[in-house]
């Protein structure tokens, strides 16, 4: 079995297909889905991946990530708008926005949804850290001032990320249920 992972982000790719080896091959498919407006992520991942399977035609399922970093100082900002916010502001001018508070607080967090025949499963991770100024070369996004016990995730291999990541969490759950079908 083939799933289709709809991204055009290489990292959040290169960690599914990590996580997911040995339970299910995974291919990178680029698909401009709508991503509607909404304050839920659960809503705009479930939404792309059932636009996204049936544009790509109805064969093998489709899974889409939804992805954000919400900063408590903040209010959740950049929440569902982290990949906007990412082009326009850029990771090292968000920093300089949250080092002028005292609490540093943020939270990744991702949806997952998998779609296919039957419809659509969605899966949540999320993982808490602390956002400090740009440390490490790996990853990608948002990883360098995510810092996660003494690390940022850009200092971590994909597994040590994977381990404990909000990526990783929702892989873990999409993985438990996916097992159960088949
Ligand atoms: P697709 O929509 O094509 O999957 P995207 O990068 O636009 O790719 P999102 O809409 O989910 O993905 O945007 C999420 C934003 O958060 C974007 O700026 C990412 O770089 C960033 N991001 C997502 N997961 C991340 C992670 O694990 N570590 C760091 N940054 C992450």
Do not use: C
């Amino acid at each position: 079995m083939l799933l289709r992972f709809v991204t055009g982000n290489e990292g959040k790719a290169r960690e599914a297909e990590a996580y997911l080896e040995g339970i299910t091959a995974v291919n990178q498919v680029e698909y401009d889905y709508t991503e509607i407006q909404s304050d839920s992520l659960a809503d705009v991942a479930a939404h792309g991946a059932r636009e996204a399977f049936e544009a790509l035609g109805d064969t093998e399922p489709v899974l889409v990530d939804d992805a954000g970093l919400f900063v408590d100082a903040l209010g959740g900002f950049p929440g569902p708008y982290s990949a906007y916010v990412e082009d326009t502001v850029g990771v090292e001018r968000l920093w300089r926005l949250v080092e002028q508070e005292d609490d540093r607080r943020a939270r990744f967090r991702t949806v997952l949804a998998y779609a296919d025949e039957d419809g659509v499963e969605t899966f949540e991770g999320s993982v808490a850290g602390t956002i400090v100024a740009p440390r490490g070369e790996g990853g990608f996004g948002y990883d360098p001032i995510f810092e996660y016990n003494g690390q940022t995730m850009a200092e971590m291999s994909t597994e040590e990320k994977n381990a404990i990541s909000h990526r990783g969490r929702a892989l873990a759950k999409f993985a438990e249920w996916y097992a159960d079908q088949h």
